[in-house]
C-alpha cells in the first residue's frame, strides 16, 4: 500500500525537479526583462476606457438550490449552492446552513473542468478516458438523472460532479454559472506578478519542449500547483490507465466508478505534492530576487550590450534556415488562419457592444421621468456588475464557441481551439467591465447640479461618449489578441521544424546521429556571454526570440492588411483618441457604491457600529410556478417519485438497513412499472434528518473502495514484474483515508469533500467565528 504512494510521490518529485531546474533559469530571465522594461520604458498603449480596480468586492456571482448525486450514499439530494467573488463553488445543506454562517459540506474550484449538460456527452467523454470498457448502446445508465436536465462537472483526472435542476431555464442559467466559474479559474495566473508568472510559464513550454510536446496545452488551467499536478498526470495517468483498468472486477458501471475513485486518489495525492514544492521553489527564486536585481540595476548597460552581441552572431547562423520556412510554409497560411480568428471574436465583441448598448439606452429611457439621485443610483446599481452577470454575457461567449481551427489541429499541434475562446471570453468580459464602470464614473461626476431634461441629455453624452470609447479599445484589444493567438500558433510549429536541426534543445535530449552540424553548433554560443551575465542570457531564449521576430513582421502585415481593408471594425494604430477626455484618468478605480448612496450610507455606518452589509448578488434567482424559490431540505424535493436512486449491487439486508432516523409516516406512492425505487429508498430520500450518517452505509463506501483496491494489488501481484518502479502505485491507505476521514471542515485544492461523510456524533456543526456573510439580489428576475 505504502509502496504506491511513495510511487507517485517520486514520480512528482522527478518532475518537479526537472521542472525546478527550468523555473530557476527562467526566473533570472524574467527578473531582466522586468527591471529592463522599467530603466527603459516602453510603449503600452493608451487606453480610452477606465479600470477599476476590485470590480467584485463585496459581491456574490450567484447562490440557490438544485440537487446532488452523492457517490458514497448513491442517492440524489437537494443542496443549497453559493458562488462567491472566487468563482469557487461552495455546498451547503441548505440556505439556512449558509446564513447562519456553518462550513460547507464541500468546495469545487472548476479549474480544468468542463460544464456539460448531456448524459450522452459525459458517457461520450467518459468511454474515450476508458478505452478499454466502453459502454454498449443496450447497457445500464451510468447513474439515473431525476429529471432530463442534468448538469455535469467533469474532468480527465479528478472526481466527477453531478447536479440536476426540474427545468430547462434552470439548467441554462447554471450552465452558464458553471462555465462562467471554469472560465475564471482556468485562468489562474496573475497578470499583476511581472516576473513569476512569465518565469512560469516559460519554463513550463521549455519543460513540455524537451519532452517534444510543442504547440498549446488544454491543461494549462488553474494556479501553479495545479497545472504541474496536471503536468504530472499528462504522463502518469496513461500508464496507471493501462496497468489498472484491464483488471478492474465487478460491472462495467463499478468499474468505471473505481476508476475515477483511484485516480481522483491519485490527482489529489499528486497536487498537494506539487503545492508543497512549488511553493519551496518559489520561496528560493524570491530569497535570491534582492541578490539579482542589484546585479543588474549594476550592469544592465552591460549586460544588454552582451545579449546583443550573442543575439546577432545567432541571428546570421540560423536566419537563412528560418526565412526559407517562413516563406514556403508560414506565410501561405498566415491569412487564413487570420480569418478563422477574426470572424467569431468580432462577433463576439460586436454582441458585446450590443448589449452594452442595450443596457444604456434603458438606464436612459428610466431617468426620462425620474432623474432624482436615488432612481438614478438605483438604475445605476443594476448594470453596475453586467460584465460579470454570466447569463446575459452569455450570447457574447457563444459568439466566440464557434471558433474553428481544424485544419490547424494536425499541421500546428492546436490540439483544441479551447486556450483561444476561453482567452477572447475573458477579454470581453474585461472591456464590458470597463465600459461599464467609464459610464458608472462619468455618469457620478455629472449628477450634481443638472436635473430634469438637462440630465437626460448628460446621460446621452456619457453614452455616446463610452461607445465610441470601447470601439476604439476593442479595436486595439482584438488586434493584440490575433497578433498574439498568430504566435502561439505558428512559433511552436516552427520550433519544432527547427528542432532537428538547430534548437539547443533538441541538441541535449537526441542521440548524436540524429543530430546536425548546426545543433552541434548552436551551443557553443554561450562561450560568447560573461559568466557574471550567464545567468541572465540563455542561448535557448535567444533562439526563440530570433524565430519570433523572424515572422512577427508577416503577421503584423497581415493584421494591418485587415485593418485597411476596414473588416470587423477595426481601427489604425495611427488613429489615436487624443486629448477627448483629458481629465477621465483622474477618476477614481474603485467601484461606486450605488446602492450606499441611495440609502445614504457610505462605508461602515457611523458611531462605531460593525456594517453587517449584504454582500450583493450579481445573478438573480428563478422563482418556479408552484414550486419554493429554493430547496432547502429534502422535504422539499418535487415529488419523490422523479427521483430514481440506483440500488444495482445492494442485497435485500443493505436495503433494510438504510432506515431514516426519524421515520415519517410514508404514503404509498403508485411505482411506474420497471420502476427501481423500493419503499425503503423512498423514506430515505424524504427524510429531512441528513447531518447524521448511518454506519453500514459509510462502511458499505468503504468496503467498495477497499475491494476495488485489493482487487488491483492481486493483480500488481501476480505481475511482479510489471512496470511498478514507473508509476504502478499502491494506495490503499491513501483510497481509504481520503473515502472516509474527509470532514465538511476540510478542502483542499481539489475541490470537493464529501457531503455525506460526517461524524455520526456530529449533528449540529458549530458555526465559524468570521462576520456572517448574507445574500441579496441586485438584478431583478426580469432582467435576466
Same mark, same amino acid.
Given at each position: 500500500?505504502?509502496?504506491?504512494?511513495?510511487?507517485?510521490?517520486?514520480?512528482?518529485?522527478?518532475?518537479?525537479?526537472?521542472?525546478?531546474?527550468?523555473?530557476?533559469?527562467?526566473?533570472?530571465?524574467?527578473?531582466?526583462?522586468?527591471?529592463?522594461?522599467?530603466?527603459?520604458?516602453?510603449?503600452?498603449?493608451?487606453?480610452?476606457?477606465?479600470?477599476?480596480?476590485?470590480?467584485?468586492?463585496?459581491?456574490?456571482?450567484?447562490?440557490?438550490?438544485?440537487?446532488?448525486?452523492?457517490? %458514497?450514499? #448513491? @442517492? +440524489?439530494?437537494?443542496? !443549497?449552492?453559493?458562488?462567491?467573488?472566487?468563482? /469557487?463553488?461552495? $455546498?451547503? &445543506?441548505?440556505?439556512?446552513?449558509?446564513?447562519?454562517?456553518?462550513?460547507?459540506?464541500?468546495?469545487?474550484?472548476?479549474?480544468?473542468?468542463?460544464?456539460?449538460?448531456?448524459?450522452?456527452?459525459?458517457?461520450?467523454?467518459?468511454?474515450?478516458?476508458?478505452?478499454?470498457?466502453?459502454?454498449?448502446?443496450?447497457?445500464?445508465?451510468?447513474?439515473?438523472?431525476?429529471?432530463?436536465?442534468?448538469?455535469?462537472?467533469?474532468?480527465?483526472?479528478?472526481?466527477?460532479?453531478?447536479?440536476?435542476?426540474?427545468?430547462?431555464? %434552470?439548467? #441554462? @442559467? +447554471?450552465?452558464?454559472? !458553471?462555465?462562467?466559474?471554469?472560465?475564471?479559474? /482556468?485562468?489562474? $495566473?496573475? &497578470?499583476?506578478?511581472?516576473?513569476?508568472?512569465?518565469?512560469?510559464?516559460?519554463?513550463?513550454?521549455?519543460?513540455?519542449?524537451?519532452?517534444?510536446?510543442?504547440?498549446?496545452?488544454?491543461?494549462?488551467?488553474?494556479?501553479?500547483?495545479?497545472?504541474?499536478?496536471?503536468?504530472?498526470?499528462?504522463?502518469?495517468?496513461?500508464?496507471?490507465?493501462?496497468?489498472?483498468?484491464?483488471?478492474?472486477?465487478?460491472?462495467?458501471?463499478?468499474?468505471?466508478?473505481?476508476?475515477?475513485?483511484?485516480?481522483?486518489?491519485?490527482?489529489?495525492?499528486?497536487?498537494?505534492?506539487?503545492?508543497?514544492?512549488?511553493?519551496?521553489?518559489?520561496?528560493?527564486?524570491?530569497?535570491?530576487?534582492?541578490?539579482?536585481?542589484?546585479?543588474?540595476?549594476?550592469?544592465?548597460?552591460?549586460?544588454?550590450?552582451?545579449?546583443?552581441?550573442?543575439?546577432?552572431?545567432?541571428?546570421?547562423?540560423?536566419?537563412?534556415?528560418?526565412?526559407?520556412?517562413?516563406?514556403?510554409?508560414?506565410?501561405?497560411?498566415?491569412?487564413?488562419?487570420?480569418?478563422?480568428?477574426?470572424?467569431?471574436?468580432?462577433?463576439?465583441?460586436?454582441?458585446?457592444?450590443?448589449?452594452?448598448?442595450?443596457?444604456?439606452?434603458?438606464?436612459?429611457?428610466?431617468?426620462?421621468?425620474?432623474?432624482?439621485?436615488?432612481?438614478?443610483?438605483?438604475?445605476?446599481?443594476?448594470?453596475?456588475?453586467?460584465?460579470?452577470?454570466?447569463?446575459?454575457?452569455?450570447?457574447?461567449?457563444?459568439?466566440?464557441?464557434?471558433?474553428?481551427?481544424?485544419?490547424?489541429?494536425?499541421?500546428?499541434?492546436?490540439?483544441?481551439?479551447?486556450?483561444?475562446?476561453?482567452?477572447?471570453?475573458?477579454?470581453?468580459?474585461?472591456?464590458?467591465?470597463?465600459?461599464?464602470?467609464?459610464?458608472?464614473?462619468?455618469?457620478?461626476?455629472?449628477?450634481?447640479?443638472?436635473?430634469?431634461?438637462?440630465?437626460?441629455?448628460?446621460?446621452?453624452?456619457?453614452?455616446?461618449?463610452?461607445?465610441?470609447?470601447?470601439?476604439?479599445?476593442?479595436?486595439?484589444?482584438?488586434?493584440?489578441?490575433?497578433?498574439?493567438?498568430?504566435?502561439?500558433?505558428?512559433?511552436?510549429?516552427?520550433?519544432?521544424?527547427?528542432?532537428?536541426?538547430?534548437?539547443?534543445?533538441?541538441?541535449?535530449?537526441?542521440?548524436?546521429?540524429?543530430?546536425?552540424?548546426?545543433?552541434?553548433?548552436?551551443?557553443?554560443?554561450?562561450?560568447?556571454?560573461?559568466?557574471?551575465?550567464?545567468?541572465?542570457?540563455?542561448?535557448?531564449?535567444?533562439?526563440?526570440?530570433?524565430?519570433?521576430?523572424?515572422?512577427?513582421?508577416?503577421?503584423?502585415?497581415?493584421?494591418?492588411?485587415?485593418?485597411?481593408?476596414?473588416?470587423?471594425?477595426?481601427?489604425?494604430?495611427?488613429?489615436?483618441?487624443?486629448?477627448?477626455?483629458?481629465?477621465?484618468?483622474?477618476?477614481?478605480?474603485?467601484?461606486?457604491?450605488?446602492?450606499?448612496?441611495?440609502?445614504?450610507?457610505?462605508?461602515?455606518?457611523?458611531?462605531?457600529?460593525?456594517?453587517?452589509?449584504?454582500?450583493?448578488?450579481?445573478?438573480?434567482?428563478?422563482?418556479?410556478?408552484?414550486?419554493?424559490?429554493?430547496?432547502?431540505?429534502?422535504?422539499?424535493?418535487?415529488?419523490?417519485?422523479?427521483?430514481?436512486?440506483?440500488?444495482?449491487?445492494?442485497?435485500?439486508?443493505?436495503?433494510?438497513?438504510?432506515?431514516?432516523?426519524?421515520?415519517?409516516?410514508?404514503?404509498?406512492?403508485?411505482?411506474?412499472?420497471?420502476?427501481?425505487?423500493?419503499?425503503?429508498?423512498?423514506?430515505?430520500?424524504?427524510?429531512?434528518?441528513?447531518?447524521?450518517?448511518?454506519?453500514?452505509?459509510?462502511?458499505?463506501?468503504?468496503?467498495?473502495?477497499?475491494?476495488?483496491?485489493?482487487?488491483?494489488?492481486?493483480?500488481?501481484?501476480?505481475?511482479?514484474?510489471?512496470?511498478?518502479?514507473?508509476?504502478?502505485?499502491?494506495?490503499?491507505?491513501?483510497?481509504?483515508?481520503?473515502?472516509?476521514?474527509?470532514?465538511?471542515?476540510?478542502?483542499?485544492?481539489?475541490?470537493?469533500?464529501?457531503?455525506?461523510?460526517?461524524?455520526?456524533?456530529?449533528?449540529?456543526?458549530?458555526?465559524?467565528?468570521?462576520?456572517?456573510?448574507?445574500?441579496?439580489?441586485?438584478?431583478?428576475?426580469?432582467?435576466?
Amino acid at each position: 500500500m505504502q509502496t504506491w504512494a511513495n510511487d507517485v510521490d517520486t514520480r512528482t518529485s522527478a518532475v518537479m525537479s526537472e521542472f525546478g531546474r527550468f523555473y530557476e533559469q527562467q526566473y533570472a530571465v524574467a527578473l531582466f526583462n522586468s527591471v529592463r522594461y522599467e530603466i527603459e520604458g516602453g510603449g503600452n498603449t493608451q487606453t480610452q476606457l477606465l479600470h477599476r480596480k476590485d470590480p467584485l468586492k463585496n459581491k456574490s456571482i450567484f447562490s440557490g438550490g438544485l440537487f446532488q448525486y452523492l457517490e %458514497e450514499s #448513491k @442517492k +440524489w439530494r437537494s443542496r !443549497f449552492l453559493y458562488v462567491g467573488d472566487s468563482y /469557487n463553488i461552495s $455546498l451547503y &445543506e441548505s440556505k439556512a446552513a449558509h446564513d447562519r454562517g456553518l462550513h460547507s459540506k464541500g468546495v469545487i474550484n472548476c479549474a480544468g473542468y468542463r460544464a456539460l449538460t448531456s448524459m450522452e456527452e459525459y458517457l461520450g467523454l467518459l468511454n474515450n478516458s476508458l478505452s478499454d470498457t466502453k459502454a454498449k448502446a443496450a447497457s445500464a445508465p451510468f447513474l439515473k438523472c431525476p429529471s432530463q436536465f442534468p448538469l455535469i462537472l467533469w474532468h480527465p483526472y479528478a472526481r466527477h460532479h453531478y447536479f440536476c435542476v426540474m427545468t430547462e431555464k %434552470e439548467q #441554462k @442559467k +447554471w450552465h452558464a454559472i !458553471f462555465q462562467d466559474c471554469v472560465r475564471h479559474s /482556468n485562468n489562474g $495566473l496573475s &497578470e499583476e506578478c511581472k516576473v513569476a508568472t512569465p518565469a512560469f510559464t516559460d519554463a513550463l513550454r521549455l519543460y513540455r519542449q524537451a519532452k517534444g510536446h510543442y504547440g498549446t496545452w488544454d491543461m494549462m488551467c488553474g494556479n501553479q500547483a495545479q497545472i504541474l499536478a496536471n503536468l504530472v498526470m499528462e504522463t502518469l495517468h496513461p500508464e496507471l490507465k493501462n496497468l489498472i483498468v484491464p483488471r478492474l472486477k465487478g460491472k462495467l458501471q463499478q468499474r468505471q466508478r473505481d476508476w475515477m475513485l483511484i485516480s481522483d486518489a491519485v490527482y489529489r495525492q499528486v497536487l498537494s505534492q506539487t503545492k508543497t514544492q512549488h511553493e519551496a521553489l518559489a520561496q528560493v527564486c524570491e530569497v535570491e530576487r534582492p541578490r539579482l536585481d542589484s546585479a543588474l540595476r549594476t550592469d544592465m548597460d552591460q549586460i544588454v550590450t552582451s545579449k546583443e552581441h550573442v543575439s546577432g552572431k545567432i541571428r546570421a547562423f540560423v536566419l537563412p534556415r528560418v526565412e526559407q520556412l517562413v516563406r514556403s510554409k508560414v506565410q501561405p497560411y498566415i491569412h487564413s488562419i487570420l480569418e478563422a480568428l477574426m470572424e467569431p471574436t468580432s462577433r463576439g465583441f460586436s454582441e458585446v457592444r450590443d448589449i452594452l448598448f442595450r443596457e444604456l439606452v434603458e438606464v436612459s429611457k428610466n431617468t426620462m421621468n425620474d432623474s432624482s439621485s436615488e432612481k438614478v443610483g438605483e438604475h445605476m446599481d443594476k448594470i453596475s456588475m453586467l460584465a460579470f452577470h454570466p447569463v446575459k454575457m452569455q450570447s457574447c461567449y457563444e459568439k466566440m464557441e464557434a471558433l474553428n481551427l481544424e485544419g490547424l489541429q494536425q499541421r500546428c499541434d492546436v490540439s483544441s481551439p479551447s486556450v483561444f475562446i476561453q482567452r477572447a471570453q475573458i477579454l470581453m468580459r474585461q472591456q464590458m467591465d470597463n465600459a461599464v464602470h467609464t459610464f458608472e464614473q462619468l455618469v457620478h461626476q455629472s449628477l450634481d447640479g443638472h436635473s430634469g431634461e438637462d440630465f437626460c441629455k448628460t446621460i446621452q453624452r456619457c453614452q455616446d461618449r463610452v461607445l465610441k470609447k470601447y470601439d476604439y479599445d476593442s479595436s486595439t484589444v482584438r488586434k493584440k489578441f490575433f497578433r498574439e493567438a498568430l504566435l502561439q500558433i505558428i512559433i511552436p510549429y516552427m520550433l519544432k521544424q527547427l528542432s532537428p536541426s538547430c534548437s539547443p534543445v533538441s541538441s541535449r535530449n537526441q542521440p548524436l546521429s540524429l543530430t546536425s552540424r548546426s545543433a552541434i553548433e548552436l551551443p557553443k554560443y554561450k562561450e560568447l556571454i560573461f559568466e557574471d551575465f550567464s545567468r541572465f542570457i540563455l542561448v535557448e531564449n535567444i533562439f526563440e526570440e530570433v524565430v519570433l521576430q523572424s515572422v512577427s513582421k508577416d503577421i503584423m502585415m497581415a493584421v494591418k492588411e485587415a485593418v485597411v481593408q476596414r473588416r470587423h471594425n477595426l481601427y489604425r494604430d495611427s488613429m489615436v483618441l487624443t486629448n477627448s477626455d483629458p481629465n477621465l484618468h483622474l477618476l477614481g478605480e474603485d467601484t461606486i457604491d450605488w446602492a450606499g448612496q441611495i440609502r445614504g450610507v457610505k462605508g461602515e455606518r457611523q458611531g462605531g457600529e460593525v456594517a453587517n452589509r449584504k454582500r450583493r448578488q450579481i445573478v438573480s434567482m428563478i422563482q418556479l410556478d408552484g414550486m419554493p424559490l429554493l430547496y432547502e431540505s429534502c422535504q422539499e424535493v418535487p415529488g419523490v417519485d422523479g427521483i430514481p436512486e440506483e440500488n444495482e449491487g445492494q442485497t435485500e439486508q443493505d436495503l433494510e438497513t438504510e432506515k431514516p432516523v426519524n421515520p415519517i409516516q410514508h404514503v404509498p406512492i403508485e411505482k411506474e412499472p420497471g420502476s427501481p425505487d423500493s419503499i425503503s429508498e423512498i423514506r430515505d430520500l424524504i427524510n429531512p434528518v441528513l447531518e447524521v450518517i448511518e454506519k453500514d452505509e459509510e462502511e458499505r463506501c468503504v468496503s467498495a473502495i477497499e475491494s476495488a483496491i485489493q482487487q488491483i494489488e492481486i493483480a500488481i501481484q501476480e505481475d511482479p514484474i510489471e512496470n511498478l518502479s514507473e508509476g504502478a502505485i499502491d494506495s490503499d491507505g491513501e483510497f481509504a483515508q481520503t473515502s472516509t476521514n474527509s470532514s465538511p471542515f476540510h478542502h483542499d485544492d481539489s475541490g470537493f469533500q464529501s457531503p455525506a461523510n460526517e461524524n455520526v456524533e456530529e449533528v449540529e456543526p458549530q458555526p465559524i467565528t468570521d462576520e456572517v456573510v448574507d445574500t441579496d439580489q441586485v438584478i431583478s428576475a426580469h432582467d435576466v
